[in-house]
């Protein structure tokens, strides 16, 4: 069973990306052309949310790879607030929320750390929604 859900570290992105998923659904065809789809549930699916910190201290970084540990890589799920992720975002707050839409976030995958300089990296890491 997954931890309970636990706040990514409060640094604000450079960069963001999201895409806001979509809702189940299943499409069929007939024969004759005809499309009917059927929705399968009320929340959306797919979320997906990647946020690229440049330029931020070593500790910074090491902040964002223990917060990784914490939540046991892409097992754990996790918040992310206005404070960190949607720092900067000027629309409404709980667009860029998986959990005004039923959804947590987990990790997609392992964080890129590239080092820029010493002391100095830059962290890609990217989120998904989930039920």
């Not at 999201?18 to 789809?37: D, I, L, S, Y």
């Not at 790879?65 to 939540?71: F, P, S």
């Not at 892409?74 to 206005?82: I, S």
């Amino acid at each position: 069973m997954a931890k309970s859900s636990v706040a990514f570290p409060e640094l604000v992105p450079t960069a963001r990306t999201f895409e806001p998923g979509n809702f189940p659904v299943k499409t069929f065809k007939a024969q004759n052309g005809a499309e009917h789809r059927i929705l399968y549930g009320s929340r959306r699916t797919n979320i997906k949310l990647s946020l690229t910190f440049a330029n931020i201290t070593d500790a910074q970084a090491e902040s964002i790879l223990d917060h990784y540990e914490a939540v046991q890589g892409t097992f754990g799920t996790l918040t992310v607030d206005m404070n960190s992720g949607k720092a900067g975002w000027q629309g409404n707050e709980d667009a860029l929320g998986a959990a005004f839409h039923g959804n947590s976030y987990r990790y997609e995958g392992p964080p890129q750390l590239v080092q820029v300089r010493s002391g100095i990296s830059t962290v890609t890491v990217n989120f998904i929604g989930v039920l």
